[in-house]
């Protein structure tokens, strides 16, 4: 029999690998979050080795019995992680042996390379799952935020410069459009991780007669109707990264949403806007400055976006060389979705603390919003009513502005003598235009800020969510 310098592979070694190079090859330090998947994979492949007759029942009932064991140990903290057996798929293996020897057989026919692509599998629809409900959660934050503040309106900005008026309502639906993207982002991700790997072997496949389908069907890889998807390539299934880029991605997507929104809120939240008061569950002080309260989760938040977008050029970088199929360089991939998966779940529960907690500033708010500037499109459309072209009407306005600019008075204050001047038309009830109740029942189709609109939006939302 050949020496055994290595528990797993060590056959063909005549020495054990060094020091520095167990600590630099390990990955348990990192994987072995994948422990509850691998036991579901190992209880599921030793359970198709008995239906084909490469397990008998003493068997497969001891390795059973032998997984239990090794799972309580995992989950009261009592299995010592051993970096001599490289990952969680052999140090699972080694406890479990030394409980039930007939353990020797549960490698048949698999690699850990079929292994470690079956467990990522499990892990991101475990993952997606956790993500689609805090999604959920900060979503149902967002709408009793703004079904609370339907009366209230602030400026809406392009360029960061005042441009129309929207209610806080309107602004805070469109965060809902953006995570409602990412729900069905994550959604999709689950459906596509949704494909069994398992019985690719290490390149191959195997000479042994597996039935891949029992697998998936324990694995709960199965199509709405139940029946088992199984991948279709040995090669790409154990070579394929995809979900790892397609769900660092979706983390990118969902992270730069939530980067974009903690910005509208640092601002609104600056005194220079005054627009809210953040609460101060989710801000901090300065250690010099008594009289500052910081907007840091916001701003963690942000910071922690670059981070995750980071995960996913990482994946690229270390994917896009590759040839088929394994290669160790692999073995980092997990790195890069656990932080982001990690990343998401703490920010999204932060974002939804914090907006929760937010008040809006209704004086600092209509103060704002009273800008007769803001209605400068309304006035062209006036004009476009009156009969005037558009790009006509959008110069007479821009006269308008340069006019009260000049006299240094708000729009709608123009003298009537120079607003005639300016147009004919204007020589009209032009002025009626500054009324901002006006202003939003003029903006009734379908995605504008008109109330109507935006209580239909509500009520359509809440009832995906069930606030
Ligand atoms: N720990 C390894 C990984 O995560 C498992 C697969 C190892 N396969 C191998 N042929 N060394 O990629």
């Known amino acids: 029999m050949a020496k055994k310098s290595q528990a797993t592979w060590g056959g063909r070694f005549s020495k054990g690998p060094a020091e520095l190079m167990l600590t630099f090859s390990e990955s348990v330090s990192f994987d072995k979050r ?134 806080v309502a309107h602004h805070l639906l469109a965060y809902v459009e953006m995570f409602s993207r990412d729900i069905t982002r994550f959604k999709r ?22 039935d891949r389908e029992f697998t998936a069907k324990e694995l709960g890889f199965v199509d709405s109707k139940g029946k088992p998807r199984v991948t279709t390539n040995s090669m790409d299934a154990v070579a394929d990264r995809d979900l790892f880029l397609d769900f660092a991605h979706a983390c990118a997507v969902c992270a730069t949403h939530f980067s974009r929104v903690s910005e509208d809120i640092i601002l609104w939240n600056s005194t220079e806007f005054g627009y809210v008061e953040l609460p101060d569950a989710f801000c901090t002080g300065s250690s010099l400055m008594p009289q500052k309260k910081n907007p840091d989760s916001l701003e963690l938040l942000r910071g922690k976006s670059g981070r995750i977008i980071g995960s996913l050029q990482a994946l690229y970088a270390m994917v896009k060389g590759l040839p088929l199929t394994y290669n160790r360089d692999l073995q980092e991939d997990k790195v890069q979705v656990f932080d982001s998966f990690d990343q998401i779940e703490l920010c999204l529960q932060v974002l939804e603390g914090t907006i929760a907690g937010m008040q809006f500033k209704k004086g600092r708010c209509q103060e704002a919003v009273a800008d007769p500037g803001l209605l400068a499109t309304d006035l062209a459309d006036w004009l476009v009513n009156e009969g005037v072209a558009f790009r006509d009407a959008h110069h007479v306005v821009g006269a308008m502005v340069a006019r009260a600019e000049t006299l240094k008075i708000p729009l709608d204050q123009v003298p009537l003598d120079d607003a005639k001047s300016i147009h004919p038309k204007l020589a009209g009830n032009w002025r009626s235009v500054f009324d901002l109740d006006r202003a939003f029942r003029a903006r009734e189709g379908i995605g504008m800020p008109g109330p109507k609109q935006i209580k239909k939006q509500l009520n359509r939302w809440s009832k995906v969510y069930g606030s």
């Open 34 to 167: 994948l422990a509850p998947f691998d036991i579901a994979v190992n209880r599921a492949h030793t359970a198709m080795l008995h239906h084909v007759g490469l397990l008998s029942r003493r068997e497969l009932q001891a390795i059973h019995k032998g997984l239990a064991v090794v799972e309580k140990q995992i989950e009261d903290g009592k299995l010592k992680w051993n970096e001599a057996f490289e990952d969680v798929h052999m140090n699972i293996e080694q406890a479990l042996t030394k409980i039930a020897p007939e353990a020797a057989k549960m490698h048949t026919a698999r690699s850990r390379n079929d292994q470690v692509a079956t467990d990522s599998r499990l892990f991101f629809k475990f993952a997606c799952d956790s993500i689609v409900a805090l999604l959920e959660n900060l979503q149902r934050a967002i709408l009793k935020v703004a079904e609370a503040n339907q009366s209230v309106s602030i400026p809406g900005y392009t360029h960061l410069q005042r441009a129309q008026p929207v209610s």
């Open 189 to 210: 991700l689950h459906d596509d991780a949704n494909w069994c790997p398992l019985g690719s072997g290490a390149i191959a496949g195997t000479t042994l007669p597996i």
